[in-house]
């Protein structure tokens, strides 16, 4: 079963910066991370997307989050600086077959295989 593992995260405070990373067990041309807290949806944060990978990133954490991806297409690293309090929600990392365009990269009925999720908490 073609599976996500997620690593990083964690605690710190307002300003500070973090690490997520995200491996794959096959190549996917399309992985994004998406972050949830409870009783909201569970929201688009970055996408990297085809083979020559297009980013795409919320409005929210444009130019703070980094997303990259290694060569083989298995992995991505979200780096996230400039950490807001808002940020704090249980990050997962999600991989579709489907290449995804404009807007679409942030729905998540689009993605086929999801991560376990990992916490990021960010305090003032």
């Known amino acids: 079963e073609d599976q996500l593992v997620e690593t990083g995260g964690g605690s710190v405070q307002a300003g500070g910066s973090l690490r997520l990373s995200c491996s794959a067990s096959i190549s996917f041309r399309n992985l994004a991370w998406f972050r949830q807290t409870p009783g909201q949806e569970r929201e688009g944060v970055a996408a990297?997307?085809?083979?020559?990978?297009?980013?795409y990133y919320a409005d929210s954490v444009r130019g703070r989050f980094t997303l990259t991806r290694d060569y083989a297409m298995k992995t991505i690293i979200l780096q996230m600086d400039s950490l807001k309090p808002e940020d704090t929600a249980m990050y997962y990392c999600?991989?579709?077959?489907?290449?995804?365009?404009?807007?679409?990269?942030?729905?998540?009925?689009?993605?086929?295989?999801w991560g376990q999720g990992a916490q990021v908490i960010v305090s003032t």
């Open positions: 999600a991989a579709a077959y489907v290449g995804k365009s404009g807007r679409d990269w942030a729905f998540p009925g689009g993605y086929n295989h």
């Open positions: 990297i997307t085809g083979d020559i990978g297009n980013l």
